[in-house]
């Protein structure tokens, strides 16, 4: 994996302009903040961030594959000032359950997601080497 930073660009904060990586791709659908069960136990923007993470941690296992493979994450939120009021708590999640591993990143603020209690939905993308 090789992160891609041109010259004299700044340095991104909390992602990566780019990864070049090779091996085996794991493509995960959104996940969002309910348990295994489909079962959300918070309303709480950032809370609901720390599950998905979750969620995607046990998806990357079933591949043998972990956080530090991730290439791509793909954020829709649907309310944008909710996700910049929760940086903070956002941030100590991330590193608490992916580490200091920052893949490509877009964030997108939707009308909704398909589940109604649903404030977040993260979509993954990990390159496992061969």
Same mark, same amino acid.
């Given at each position: 994996m090789h992160f891609l930073q041109p010259p004299g660009w700044a340095r991104p904060k909390g992602y990566s302009n $780019?990864?070049? =990586?090779? $091996?085996?791709?794991?493509?995960?659908?959104?996940?969002?903040?309910? /348990?295994?069960?489909? !079962?959300?136990?918070? /309303?709480?923007? =950032? $809370?609901?961030?720390?599950?998905?993470?979750?969620?995607? *941690?046990?998806?990357? =296992?079933? =591949? !043998?594959?972990?956080?530090?493979?991730?290439?791509?994450?793909?954020?829709? *939120? *649907?309310? !944008? !000032?909710?996700y910049i009021t929760a940086y903070k708590e956002i941030g100590i999640a991330y590193r608490e359950i992916i580490g200091r591993h920052f893949p490509a990143m877009t964030a997108v603020q939707v009308v909704a997601l398909i589940e109604d209690d649903a404030r977040v939905e993260i979509e993954v993308t990990a390159v496992v080497p061969e």
């Open positions: $780019g990864i070049a =990586a090779t $091996g085996r791709t794991v493509c995960i659908s959104g996940m969002i903040g309910w /348990d295994s069960q489909g !079962k959300f136990h918070t /309303d709480d923007f =950032a $809370g609901q961030v720390r599950q998905a993470l979750r969620n995607i *941690v046990e998806v990357l =296992a079933e =591949a !043998k594959a972990a956080p530090e493979h991730i290439v791509r994450m793909t954020w829709y *939120v *649907v309310d !944008k !000032k909710e």
